[in-house]
T-cell receptor
Framework: AQKITQTQPGMFVQEKEAVTLDCTYDTSDPSYGLFWYKQPSSGEMIFLIYQGSYDQQNATEGRYSLNFQKARKSANLVISASQLGDSAMYFCAMREISAGGTSYGKLTFGQGTILTVHP | GAVVSQHPSWVICKSGTSVKIECRSLDFQATTMFWYRQFPKQSLMLMATSNEGSKATYEQGVEKDKFLINHASLTLSTLTVTSAHPEDSSFYIC?????????????FGAGTRLSVL
């Protein structure tokens, strides 16, 4: 069974600073996808970034980058130049890719990290 | 990214009534949709997988007769909370995968806050 662990219930960062949100995972499947979502107080889940298990390079999307360390089974999210609008709950999630190659599998979420950006 | 529309965003109902929540994929077809439940400051819990044209797959511990799921078309899945009670009050959110075989990013609706009085 797959498992996602986010050990930081809450994180604080000063505006314009960088912050790293931790995520470790456990799976026996060689093929999987890792995701980060942002959930502001409104409740919507906003997709931020994706990393495939076979991707050679770490994923980047604007101010978001994923520090993927496969051997350590970690997929930390790095947010550079934090903004006040980054204050939200952040979820790490994993999806196993079935042996048939289809990618419609369900996501397993971590517990989430509440990020607060201070002015 | 792909757009998933969820309605209503907020509903208050009396105990014993049924509530229907709709989830639509607006610019792509979704043969599969997922329904989650979330309590305040907690993670998302998968309730069921909705499959177009076939029965939904429910997670362990989720009552099928309580949470009816219908996926009648490639763009619409509905969740009906039957005979709702105060303990069913929660945040319900749907998602659908899009983006092609390789990634299949799951895009989420805006969620529905259900309050049962």
């Amino acid at each position: 069974a797959q498992k996602i662990t986010q050990t930081q219930p809450g994180m604080f960062v000063q505006e314009k600073e960088a912050v790293t949100l931790d995520c470790t995972y456990d799976t026996s499947d060689p093929s999987y996808g890792l995701f980060w979502y942002k959930q502001p107080s409104s409740g919507e889940m906003i997709f931020l970034i994706y990393q495939g298990s076979y991707d050679q390079q770490n994923a980047t999307e604007g101010r978001y980058s994923l520090n993927f360390q496969k051997a350590r089974k970690s997929a930390n999210l790095v947010i550079s130049a934090s903004q006040l609008g980054d204050s939200a709950m952040y979820f790490c999630a994993m999806r196993e890719i079935s042996a048939g190659g289809t990618s419609y599998g369900k996501l397993t979420f971590g517990q989430g990290t509440i990020l607060t950006v201070h002015p | 990214g792909a757009v998933v529309s969820q309605h209503p965003s907020w509903v208050i109902c009396k105990s014993g009534t049924s509530v229907k929540i709709e989830c639509r994929s607006l610019d792509f077809q979704a043969t599969t949709m997922f329904w989650y439940r979330q309590f305040p400051k907690q993670s998302l819990m998968l309730m069921a997988t909705s499959n177009e044209g076939s029965k939904a797959t429910y997670e362990q511990g989720v009552e099928k007769d309580k949470f009816l799921i219908n996926h009648a078309s490639l763009t619409l899945s509905t969740l009906t909370v039957t005979s709702a009670h105060p303990e069913d009050s929660s945040f319900y959110i749907c998602s659908a995968p899009a983006g092609g075989r390789a990634k299949n990013i799951q895009y989420f609706g805006a969620g529905t806050r259900l309050s049962v009085l």
